[in-house]
């Protein structure tokens, strides 16, 4: 039964992609503004647009240069390294045209009508992104185990599927991470500090590529991160299923293959309970934005719990598989609350407080907090671990982290709602549409912001999972060649692989810290001789070449993501060939820990000063332009890098070296 | 011939305390000053024996709380415990006590007689704690062996030496490191900041405290690290001798008995070279400053390195141990020289430059740097691990460590001599002995400076191969009583302990950064009231009530590290108890990588961020309060319990946790 049923999964990735399509025609019919606003709008549109293109350029010659490599290796899994790449960027480039789409029909719609119809737009903008992206995962992973799923010998070749993914992803997320940041903090800095106007002010040259980034960064970036961990937690399962013993099948399962479709059998679930979840939204959209969008993602994952109960019973797992299932929803909660906790709660205030003794407090407390911010959350990945692998052996890890990801379509809409409710908040200030405009859009834009805090963890905590997984495999893979492989942590052949690992965390933050440095310099200078040499502009006589802005945004970008792809894909390769398979399984293991701990510590730190700033703007400790806040605008400065470049490139290193790791496994 | 020379070690010990108590005389014979100089120089004195005795008092009850636990499982080693506790207090209270006297006669040396003298002074001040420090350990260590060196079954109960050195230098280390500043935070922040007089103004009542903590958290801090390190290195070596195979021991000595002796016998040789290396120095005192100590450490090295391949000929030792022992000193000057590359280099430069636009961008680079500083000195420990246990397996680990940390007679002096130089610039600074004295102690603490960087960096290469060793011996131990255990990584018992061990660093480094955060609002407060209060003081005409911000302090240092304490040796018992043996292991590697991690990046990140600031004072950038100054002011607030509370904390925490490990072993 179950194997001609495999082939539903690319039909209803199809069915999702149709469902995207609709959504899609329905925005488009809104209106759109005209004059100015449409002009602003466009210039984003654009912009966004030609970074895309710029950036999938260079990304063609690094894949075909990796495509040709693997080509040597097996011709189908190359095939599939393309496929993967392709998804993925394809997975970007509709969500980050949709959303450059949504914009400003957000904004529109608060002008017109009102807050239930904007947060209804953007989040309808975000779900092409959402559905896009759980589509094109089971369009490539399901239709490559239609041709491949029935040898354990043949799915390896899937592996090239989750690679192609990685390299995307880690330009888009590495990429889109130093453009967005650069803009801002260069924009930032001129324009409120220096030229003293605020924020989203039409005359600042940087504000169109600050808005640009938004897209490039949290749409196409944070789509592709997840795109890949919802990937590599699929086919990692596979792998492990591929690689059990009868023995170890028959405990959970009724055969190898139950399990290797299992993983499919989820997420195509997930699709579904997805959209079911954006109907809940829809019917909502009159409560407050954050209870609208909370009752979408709390419907869908109780409704794909039970759904997955049923789909085991029919693929004769056991339940004790489901209830892996179970923890890692449970656990992907967990950490999301805890993100919140400490990017909003208690330590976020903490942090306000300590803004009346200056910026040094500021920092130290905030750099406190992200430290202390990882032990809930690495606990609770302990502890997913620890039950899952007890109730279902490594298998359970990657079901766990399939679970956390199944929801995917809902989950990534809501986080491409943020930025399309920044972006409208945005052109309402350009286009001076008023405060009635505004204080809708910004009502929309905190809760995005909170969903992007939780989002962010939610993306660590499914990573870690994910790769976890992923070696897991790799471990598999290489002990199926070498029966007496271990990764024994007392022979110094691993441990100095877990010291290799350990540093690399930190040289990719170094480096992509730097690049937003030297970007943002770039990027003030350009802003400054603007300022300086057009005559007029700002008493808002003239008009600022943005595009130049975007530039040197794209520019600076496409530089500098060179190096950390390079560190993440080639490490793997360079360790594993000079040292052999137990450093590089040692060096995955302390990568993925540096990760996962600097991670969290970045995106936290970031998140709770930028909201520290925000707590003050809201008349705490002397409010807007007080001391106070102009300690916690530092705070937000330096937090902008570690939370939206350095913290959100860690997920990817992670996953492109096990994935790496895991395909050069049998060269070993 | 072996068996009955081992007699002469804890002799030797005995005649490194003379040395140094002869030592003392000489200094006690320079003169002191008088008046307000040797009423100021008291007031440190005193306030720096007030803490060391309400930190006794604490340590007391800590000790005899864990010494009892100890006293159920072995009696030997429940006394060998409180030998060690007590080696460790007594180091640290005689080392504390010569360097408040030593400082304030090198204050009237430099006012006397010059720059030479004044180096002499301050330099053999700081030998004091060195030669303690060494023979303390050789007296300690050496006179265990002599009663329980024969058999390897007793061998664990020199464990129990190791756990006390621990237990008392993770109180000194945090609590000293926490004093030490809230004092400078807190006279920094009020004196400098809000009342505009310079710093050591004596008008400060925070001066004395902060006088008082370099002694306390740079002298008796920095000495039971590095004796604890000092310890667990030749113990460790000892516990892996111990637990050889007769034909592992046969690959590389003539007997089981020479390797478990080796240890003692190289720090004995190094304590007779680092004697020869102070006597190097006092002879070359008339070189510039940094020359003159460098001169002594590498003299004192090079002719360990020689004495040592002697050593090994005499007991029968291979060539290829006495290779570690180079692999080990060789290791610990890169990792020293990387130190200072990114604390005195071009990344410190950069920095410097970046203040150039504001306080977020000195903030970003500085934490880039210190993140890219772990890259050398990481790779430097995994080269040493790689090949040091080709040479001799596990063993060859630990014998790198001790090699690394035989001549700690001279490299103590050093790191002590740099709290001597600046407590007496602060003593010519209070009583105001004029520009030429002033000028030649900041000479003098300049290379103090860069000294306490590179000890640092060598401190934790040292701390991180001590731990690699304590480890190997626990693995040795646990496996002794079960023979088929491992520390296999793909086993979800273990990979879970790496997890938790990896939020500990973080853990500790958020509570001690947040505990001087709050102890210095409470000095600030303290030092406001004063000025407030005090009728004339800011005019010069009434005295402050330093007494009082010494009470704070200490007050607030005390109570806030005990929860790293407790943290630090409960973790691994109860992980141990809890998950057993597998988990603990994994723990401790974890907590091994995330410390030497963390503990680089904040050392390094902090001492860049004070050597930024110290450039512009040198007049690049604008110079001293320029607005490029007042943002790299902020850098070294920021990094102040960086690098001198947290950072240090971390070489100790995975040392007590190894420790701890070791002890426990067999009840697992």
């Given at each position: 039964m179950t194997e001609s049923i495999r082939i539903i999964v690319p039909f209803l990735g199809l069915f999702g992609l149709a469902c995207a399509w609709f959504i899609y025609t329905r925005i488009r019919r809104l209106p759109a503004g005209e004059g100015e606003i449409s002009d602003i709008a466009d210039q984003i549109h654009n912009g966004a647009m030609v970074f895309m293109k710029r950036e999938f350029k260079i990304l063609l010659v690094f894949a075909a240069l990796v495509g040709a490599i693997l080509w040597f290796k097996d011709h189908f899994e190359s095939m599939a390294f393309f496929l993967g790449a392709a998804s993925s960027g394809v997975a970007g480039f509709i969500g980050m045209y949709s959303a450059t789409k949504a914009n400003v029909r957000t904004t529109i719609a608060a002008y017109n009508k009102g807050a239930q119809e904007a947060l209804r737009t953007a989040f309808f903008g975000g779900t092409i992104m959402g559905l896009t992206v759980a589509s094109m995962g089971l369009i490539g992973v399901g239709g490559l185990f239609v041709f491949f799923g029935d040898s354990e010998h043949d799915i390896h070749i899937i592996h090239g599927f989750a690679m192609g993914a990685s390299l995307v992803a880690i330009f888009f997320r590495v990429g889109g991470g130093i453009f967005t940041k650069a803009a801002d903090v260069g924009a930032d800095l001129v324009g409120k500090l220096e030229s003293g106007i605020p924020e989203d002010d039409p005359r600042n040259p940087g504000v169109i590529a600050d808005n640009v980034g938004d897209n490039v960064g949290d749409v196409a970036g944070m789509g592709s991160d997840l795109f890949e961990s919802y990937c590599n937690a699929q086919i990692a399962s596979m792998a492990i299923a591929a690689t059990m013993t009868s023995g170890m099948v028959s405990e959970i399962a009724e055969s190898s293959y139950s399990l290797m479709f299992l993983p499919l059998a989820l997420t195509s679930s997930g699709l579904i309970c997805s959209l079911l979840g954006m109907i809940v939204v829809r019917v909502a959209a009159n409560m407050e934005p954050a209870k609208a969008l909370r009752s979408g993602t709390i419907s869908a994952t109780v409704i794909f719990i039970i759904v997955a109960y049923f789909?085991?019973?029919?693929?004769?797992?056991?339940n004790m598989v489901w209830m892996c299932v179970l923890a890692g929803s449970f656990g992907g909660t967990i950490i999301g609350l805890a993100t919140e906790y400490y990017t909003g709660g208690q330590p976020m205030r903490d942090i306000a407080k300590s803004s009346q003794t200056g910026v040094a407090t500021v920092m130290i407390s905030g750099l406190a907090t992200g430290m202390q911010s990882v032990v809930v959350p690495v606990l609770t990945v302990a502890g997913i671990l620890m039950l899952t692998s007890t109730l279902a052996g490594l298998y359970g890890v990657g079901i766990a982290a399939v679970g956390m990801l199944s929801t995917i379509g809902i989950t990534m809409s809501i986080d491409a709602y943020g930025p399309i409710a920044d972006n409208a908040g945005g052109i309402a200030e350009m286009a001076g549409l008023g405060k009635r405009t505004r204080d809708i859009t910004d009502s929309l834009d905190e809760v995005g912001n909170t969903t992007a805090a939780i989002g962010k963890g939610f993306a660590i905590g499914a990573a870690a999972l994910a790769s976890l997984a992923i070696i897991?495999?790799?471990?598999?893979?290489?002990?199926a060649k070498h029966e007496e492989f271990s990764l024994e942590l007392s022979d110094p052949t691993v441990l100095t692989g877990v010291f290799i690992g350990g540093i690399l965390p930190f040289l990719v933050s170094s480096i992509t810290m730097n690049a937003v440095g030297s970007a943002a310099a770039e990027m003030i200078e350009e802003i400054r001789r603007q300022f300086r040499e057009i005559?007029?502009?700002?008493?808002?006589?003239?008009?600022?070449?943005?595009?130049?802005?975007?530039?040197i945004a794209t520019e600076a970008a496409i530089r500098k993501m060179f190096l950390p792809a390079a560190i993440a894909v080639l490490s793997p390769v360079v360790v594993g060939?000079?040292?052999?398979?137990?450093?590089?399984?040692?060096?995955?293991?302390?990568?993925?820990?540096?990760?996962?701990?600097?991670?969290?510590?970045?995106?936290?730190?970031?998140?709770a000063w930028d909201n520290a700033k925000k707590y003050i703007e809201q008349g705490h400790f002397g409010g807007k332009n007080s001391p106070s806040h102009r300690a916690c605008v530092v705070g937000d400065t330096v937090g902008d890098p570690l939370k939206d470049t350095s913290g959100p490139s860690m997920n990817i290193l992670i996953n492109v070296m096990a994935i790496v790791a895991l395909v050069i496994a049998p060269l070993l």
């Amino acid at each position: 039964m179950t194997e001609s049923i495999r082939i539903i999964v690319p039909f209803l990735g199809l069915f999702g992609l149709a469902c995207a399509w609709f959504i899609y025609t329905r925005i488009r019919r809104l209106p759109a503004g005209e004059g100015e606003i449409s002009d602003i709008a466009d210039q984003i549109h654009n912009g966004a647009m030609v970074f895309m293109k710029r950036e999938f350029k260079i990304l063609l010659v690094f894949a075909a240069l990796v495509g040709a490599i693997l080509w040597f290796k097996d011709h189908f899994e190359s095939m599939a390294f393309f496929l993967g790449a392709a998804s993925s960027g394809v997975a970007g480039f509709i969500g980050m045209y949709s959303a450059t789409k949504a914009n400003v029909r957000t904004t529109i719609a608060a002008y017109n009508k009102g807050a239930q119809e904007a947060l209804r737009t953007a989040f309808f903008g975000g779900t092409i992104m959402g559905l896009t992206v759980a589509s094109m995962g089971l369009i490539g992973v399901g239709g490559l185990f239609v041709f491949f799923g029935d040898s354990e010998h043949d799915i390896h070749i899937i592996h090239g599927f989750a690679m192609g993914a990685s390299l995307v992803a880690i330009f888009f997320r590495v990429g889109g991470g130093i453009f967005t940041k650069a803009a801002d903090v260069g924009a930032d800095l001129v324009g409120k500090l220096e030229s003293g106007i605020p924020e989203d002010d039409p005359r600042n040259p940087g504000v169109i590529a600050d808005n640009v980034g938004d897209n490039v960064g949290d749409v196409a970036g944070m789509g592709s991160d997840l795109f890949e961990s919802y990937c590599n937690a699929q086919i990692a399962s596979m792998a492990i299923a591929a690689t059990m013993t009868s023995g170890m099948v028959s405990e959970i399962a009724e055969s190898s293959y139950s399990l290797m479709f299992l993983p499919l059998a989820l997420t195509s679930s997930g699709l579904i309970c997805s959209l079911l979840g954006m109907i809940v939204v829809r019917v909502a959209a009159n409560m407050e934005p954050a209870k609208a969008l909370r009752s979408g993602t709390i419907s869908a994952t109780v409704i794909f719990i039970i759904v997955a109960y049923f789909v085991m019973q029919a693929l004769g797992v056991s339940n004790m598989v489901w209830m892996c299932v179970l923890a890692g929803s449970f656990g992907g909660t967990i950490i999301g609350l805890a993100t919140e906790y400490y990017t909003g709660g208690q330590p976020m205030r903490d942090i306000a407080k300590s803004s009346q003794t200056g910026v040094a407090t500021v920092m130290i407390s905030g750099l406190a907090t992200g430290m202390q911010s990882v032990v809930v959350p690495v606990l609770t990945v302990a502890g997913i671990l620890m039950l899952t692998s007890t109730l279902a052996g490594l298998y359970g890890v990657g079901i766990a982290a399939v679970g956390m990801l199944s929801t995917i379509g809902i989950t990534m809409s809501i986080d491409a709602y943020g930025p399309i409710a920044d972006n409208a908040g945005g052109i309402a200030e350009m286009a001076g549409l008023g405060k009635r405009t505004r204080d809708i859009t910004d009502s929309l834009d905190e809760v995005g912001n909170t969903t992007a805090a939780i989002g962010k963890g939610f993306a660590i905590g499914a990573a870690a999972l994910a790769s976890l997984a992923i070696i897991a495999a790799y471990v598999n893979v290489v002990r199926a060649k070498h029966e007496e492989f271990s990764l024994e942590l007392s022979d110094p052949t691993v441990l100095t692989g877990v010291f290799i690992g350990g540093i690399l965390p930190f040289l990719v933050s170094s480096i992509t810290m730097n690049a937003v440095g030297s970007a943002a310099a770039e990027m003030i200078e350009e802003i400054r001789r603007q300022f300086r040499e057009i005559p007029g502009l700002l008493d808002g006589n003239a008009k600022p070449d943005s595009a130049r802005c975007i530039d040197i945004a794209t520019e600076a970008a496409i530089r500098k993501m060179f190096l950390p792809a390079a560190i993440a894909v080639l490490s793997p390769v360079v360790v594993g060939l000079t040292f052999g398979p137990a450093t590089l399984g040692g060096m995955l293991v302390g990568a993925l820990l540096g990760c996962v701990l600097m991670a969290l510590l970045m995106a936290n730190a970031g998140g709770a000063w930028d909201n520290a700033k925000k707590y003050i703007e809201q008349g705490h400790f002397g409010g807007k332009n007080s001391p106070s806040h102009r300690a916690c605008v530092v705070g937000d400065t330096v937090g902008d890098p570690l939370k939206d470049t350095s913290g959100p490139s860690m997920n990817i290193l992670i996953n492109v070296m096990a994935i790496v790791a895991l395909v050069i496994a049998p060269l070993l």
